[in-house]
């Protein structure tokens, strides 16, 4: 790979919709992911990929009623309605409690897939045109979803940084949070909204299978390192830029499919941090002088009580 290679990749208007896709992607999936393992709902964006699913159907079958073109003109959309409302739905039911929130993240999986091929089939289209969003296809990302993508993002930015500290709040202890006066539906709402625009933001480069990895990867390779919650989430935002970055320009030059690299150099990554981690871990204290008495030992001998004893008597 040459200087000419590079310049060549950046200056193709396809690889520079898709690296503003991938930049854009890599910065907001894992700020909604920190909010999701603090929360233990991890696999809540698969659920939300699966509903969105049906939501890139119902676009194809209303573009496909109203005689559109093309016929995924109302795909992404279709996919931020139907995420947004399945996000919003499971976490009114999480709430209300009537249904345990794995069996709801379920039902989610199931009837998401379902939908989709029963609605792309209404539509005229077949399975196969769900695959692109199954797994990615930012080789058909165009001018309008970039602009979309950069409106989702910079949503999901503003809301999941900017009230960082009550997001974080309701998601470490709920109870808390509620004693504090914080409006806890409110932020709870919240946290499912910006999940579920991650989803449908991250769809095209990564896939609604994938989507998942991408948001909760990078904050489990931060959480090896970050000693604190935001340096978590900036230390998570920074590693899904990277990835996304190298994993696009690998499959510039390779012919495999992005989404699927990404994710795999994410996984990478996080072992190797994790096999290196110990390495570099800070050494257990030790006695530098161990053949002189310590106070305690040396009040002892004399039949004086040792400072804590005595702290204690006072």
Not at 15 to 29: D, F
Not at 57 to 84: C, E, F, R
Not at 108 to 133: C, D, E, H, Q, R
Not at 195 to 214: D, K, P
């Amino acid at each position: 790979m040459s200087i000419n290679d590079l310049t060549s990749m950046l200056t193709d208007p396809l690889m520079q919709r898709a690296l503003i896709a991938a930049i854009l992607v890599g910065l907001a999936a894992p700020v909604v992911g920190t909010y999701l393992v603090q929360r233990r709902l991890s696999l809540l964006g698969d659920g939300i990929g699966h509903i969105a699913l049906t939501g890139v159907a119902l676009g194809w079958l209303i573009a496909n009623v109203m005689a559109l073109t093309p016929n995924d003109v109302l795909a992404l959309p279709g996919a931020v309605v139907a995420a947004v409302v399945g996000a919003v739905a499971i976490e009114l039911v999480r709430e209300h409690g009537k249904t345990s929130g794995d069996v709801a993240l379920a039902l989610l999986f199931y009837g998401g897939i379902a939908g989709g091929v029963l609605l792309i089939k209404a539509a005229g289209g077949t399975s196969a045109n769900l695959v692109g969003y199954l797994f990615g296809s930012i080789s058909t990302v165009t001018s309008t979803d970039v602009v979309m993508t950069v409106v989702l993002a910079a949503l999901i930015l503003v809301v999941g940084v900017g009230l960082r500290t009550a997001l974080f709040a309701v998601s470490h202890d709920e109870e808390f949070a509620i004693a504090s006066g914080l409006p806890v539906r409110t932020l709870n709402v919240a946290i499912a909204v910006i999940a579920a625009l991650t989803v449908t933001v991250a769809m095209r480069v990564v896939g609604v299978l994938l989507v998942s990895a991408l948001m909760i990867v990078p904050v489990a390779i931060a959480q090896l390192t970050a000693r604190s919650f935001r340096g978590t989430m900036r230390l998570a935002m920074a590693i899904g830029v990277v990835v996304c970055i190298v994993g696009l320009t690998f499959t510039y030059f390779q012919d495999y499919s992005p989404g699927a690299t990404i994710v795999v150099l994410a996984i990478a990554l996080y072992a190797v941090v994790a096999v290196a981690r110990p390495l570099f871990a800070r050494r257990p204290w030790h006695d530098p002088h161990p053949d002189v008495a310590d106070d305690v030992e040396l009040a002892r001998e004399r039949g004086e009580a040792a400072p804590e004893d005595q702290e204690a008597r006072r």
